[in-house]
């Protein structure tokens, strides 16, 4: 899926608006290896897939859009 990063905290985590509407969550660990969470910034656009977790979906393999 594509997205935006809507926000991100400092605290590991953050949420991605999926070009669906649907805002989805995100953890550092589930970043790409090439785009660790501290590169990431409000407003890039990603790329990502969905990924059932006991709390729901989440964001993971959260990479850069376009690379």
């Not at 649907?22 to 969470?37: I, L, S």
Request: aromatic share 12%.
């Amino acid at each position: 899926m594509q997205g935006t990063v809507k926000r991100k905290t400092d605290r590991g985590f953050g949420f991605i608006t999926a070009q669906n509407g649907v805002e989805y969550f995100f953890h550092a660990t589930g970043c790409d290896p090439t785009y660790p969470f501290e590169e990431i910034e409000e407003g890039d656009q990603v790329l990502f897939t969905i990924e059932q977790s006991n709390r729901g979906p989440r964001a993971v393999r959260v990479e850069r859009a376009g690379r």
